[in-house]
């Protein structure tokens, strides 16, 4: 079946939440692609993208994805549907930044979908829809000790820029790190 990207809605909140939170984190409750309400725990252990090594707690929260919404009216999150039918297979967080210049965050696939090509799909349309909205360089941040999946991206045409951000360490809106070494690394990508 194709896949297929919108944005996404209020109504759809709840679901990127759990989604983000099983993908990045492996919390949110576990599921599988059937049940709307993700209940079957074997999905914790799916995700190879999973960063429960170096932080703990959910990833994200509805109110925090509704707030960042609300504060950026420009930004869209984008949803990425195999069957309507179905729940959500994967999201993503598209920002503009300055004229050409986009932000990309907050990738996340159903763990059980990963490795199928899903996330390198959606990653392409993510980044079409963005250069179809004048998008010229796409730009992200990985948290450092995160090297398979900054690999996986420089794959896709990203390189590392030798930015850097700190990590929000006391700011616990993302997990509580446990790590005293984590910080952010930014990755760029001319379309």
Not at 125 to 130: D, G, K, S, T
Not at 170 to 191: A, I
Request: proline share 5%.
């Amino acid at each position: 079946m194709p896949l297929t990207l919108r944005p996404a809605e209020i109504a759809d909140i709840p679901t990127i939440a759990k989604l983000m939170n099983i993908a990045y984190r492996g919390t949110g409750g576990g599921g599988s692609r059937t049940d709307a309400n993700w209940t079957d725990a074997s999905w914790t252990d799916a995700s190879w993208t999973n960063e429960s090594d170096y932080i703990k707690g959910d990833r994200t929260s509805e109110a925090s994805l509704r707030e960042e919404l609300a504060r950026k009216p420009d930004s869209t999150f984008l949803i990425a549907e195999i069957d309507s039918d179905l729940p959500i297979c994967g999201c993503v967080w598209l920002e503009p930044l300055a004229t050409g210049n986009w932000y990309l965050g907050s990738l996340s696939i159903d763990p059980q979908q990963q490795n199928s090509g899903l996330g390198r799909s959606l990653l392409q349309m993510a980044e079409q829809w963005a250069k179809n909205r004048g998008a010229r360089v796409i730009e992200m941040h990985v948290v450092n000790v995160r090297d398979t999946l900054i690999a996986w991206y420089e794959r896709r045409g990203y390189h590392l820029t030798g930015v850097t951000h700190p990590f929000p360490y006391g700011d616990h809106r993302f997990g509580t790190p446990l790590r005293d070494d984590l910080g952010f690394v930014v990755l760029e990508k001319q379309l």
